[in-house]
Structure formats: C-alpha cells, structure tokens
C-alpha cells in the first residue's frame, strides 16, 4: 500500500526533517540500521519497533528515506496512541500528531498564539540588555558571532536536553551559518 504524504503541512514536514536530521548520524540523508535506535526514544517495545520498520521500509532496502521515515514516525505516533501499527491507520496522515519522542522538543504549531493565551513574545529592555552582555562575554573573539563551541558551555548550563538544544540552535540559527549573531543568540 502506497501511503500518500500529501496532506501533510509544511510545519509538521519541517518538523519530520528536523527529526531526520537528528536520527541520521552519518548524514547521508537516510536513517540506517544503526540510526534506527532514535527510534527507541519513542519508548515503544523494540518488537513493535520492529513492525514499525518492516511497514516503513517498504522495498527492503534497509534504510528509509525522508518519506519513509515520515511514514514510520507516524507508525510509532499512531503505535503510542493505543492503535495497531498497519499502513491502513495511516489514510489521512495529516491528521496525525508527531509522536513523542524522549530528549526531544515536541512539535509545536507554527501558528502564533492569540494575545487571548496569555503569552508575551518580546523581549523585555533588562533581558535584551542582560542576553547582549552574556552574548558578548561568550564571544570571546570579538567577531560579532558566537560558534557552537563557544556556546557549547553557556547552553549546556541550562540543563536541557543536548538534542533539545540542538534544535533550539537549528531554529536560531535562521541563516544557517552554522553561528549566531546578536540577534540569533537572543532568539535562542
């Protein structure tokens, strides 16, 4: 059965590639044998697991490429919700929320919230001021940029998670120049 992944949306495909980035250790694009053991975070038993990739990997390749990886994570979601693991549970898969996933951020709408939630977005002028003086005492060259081992000491005080942080920093890092500007660093 061929799963159609069309109705999926674009925040929830950023999330999925995400996640593949993270499973994917040898960065070749695809999740091996190997990298399979992100899939463990899911707390699954390993045989359903098991059922999971045999369903995913649909041409026995071994490895799953981004669309079977999608298909396999919303397997393992539908899995920890109580169903039975079968392509059949996957007909409308834009309906189907990321599964969760131990150590790693949940996925999050990229809807903003309405002012009626309660949530103030912007940085106050004491934080601002407070993240730009912990920005330039990391960034110990003076450079205007702070790498990730400049960061790596600061973000790792915060107790978080390593694969948490790491899609803090994909997130902040908007231009994907593998630093963070000014800017950036007070957004993460």
Not at 2 to 19: A, N, T
Not at 29 to 47: C, E, I, N, T, Y
Not at 79 to 103: E, F, N
């Amino acid at each position: 059965m061929q799963v159609d992944l069309s109705s999926i949306s674009p925040s929830h495909w950023g999330y999925f590639d995400e996640l593949l980035k993270l499973a994917d250790q040898d960065g070749d694009g695809k999740v091996g044998v190997k990298d399979a053991m992100f899939f463990r975070k899911s707390g699954l038993p390993l045989p359903t697991l098991g059922e999971v990739w045999q369903l995913a990997d649909a041409n026995r390749a071994g490895k799953l490429g981004r669309d079977e990886f999608v298909i396999a994570l919303l397997l393992i979601s539908q899995a920890q919700q109580g169903r039975p693991v079968a392509l059949d549970s996957l007909r409308t898969p834009g309906a189907i929320q990321p599964p969760k996933l131990d150590g790693v951020a949940p996925f999050a709408s990229q809807q903003q919230p309405s002012s009626s939630a309660g949530f103030n977005w912007t940085v106050s002028a004491n934080d601002r001021k407070r993240y730009t003086d912990l920005f330039r005492a990391t960034d110990d060259n003076n450079d205007g940029f702070i790498t990730g081992s400049q960061a790596r000491n600061l973000l790792t005080k915060s107790g978080l998670p390593y694969t948490t942080l790491s899609h803090i920093w994909a997130l902040s890092d908007a231009d994907k120049d593998q630093q963070l500007d000014l800017q950036e660093f007070i957004i993460a």
